[in-house]
């Protein structure tokens, strides 16, 4: 007897919980001392705890491409930036070297001009120096 009394008692509070909780994903709402509070069963709060848990993990991960996408971004900026320096550098050194090109022509040329110069100057001291052997010559010769 005492046992069926048990089993009443458990059977009511059964009865009076399933009215309080909904079998699906849908709470009911429970008033309790004018405020409203949700109702699940243990399946129910497991799913959305499972859920809950699962969208925490996924917006971390977001969250982590986020931050990775613009560090990316930050890098190609970067990488960009470097190659468009080095580009122009490229170009100023292509000038360089044309400058350099021209300077070694136009020194060349110069010494060229010297060098024909210096030749000229010890073909007019032979002359020079000859003419006044000769000069010396004829007057010693008188």
Not at 30 to 47: G, K, L, P, V, W
Not at 48 to 59: G, H, I, N, P, T
Request: proline fraction near 1%.
């Amino acid at each position: 007897m005492n046992s069926m009394r048990k089993l009443i008692l458990l059977l009511g509070c059964l009865l009076w919980t399933c009215t309080v909780i909904s079998q699906d994903l849908k709470p009911i709402l429970q008033d309790i001392n004018s405020e409203q509070y949700f109702c699940f069963t243990i399946e129910q709060s497991r799913f959305v705890a499972k859920r809950l848990e699962f969208s925490l993990f996924q917006d971390s991960i977001i969250d982590t491409l986020k931050i990775r996408n613009l560090r990316w971004q930050h890098l190609l900026h970067k990488k960009d930036t470097i190659i468009f320096k080095l580009e122009d550098k490229v170009e100023n050194l292509v000038l360089v070297k044309e400058n350099d090109k021209v300077q070694i022509q136009e020194l060349n040329l110069t010494i060229r001009k010297q060098n024909k110069r210096i030749k000229r100057g010890k073909l007019e001291r032979w002359f020079f120096g000859g003419g006044l052997l000769i000069l010396t010559g004829i007057i010693i010769a008188q």
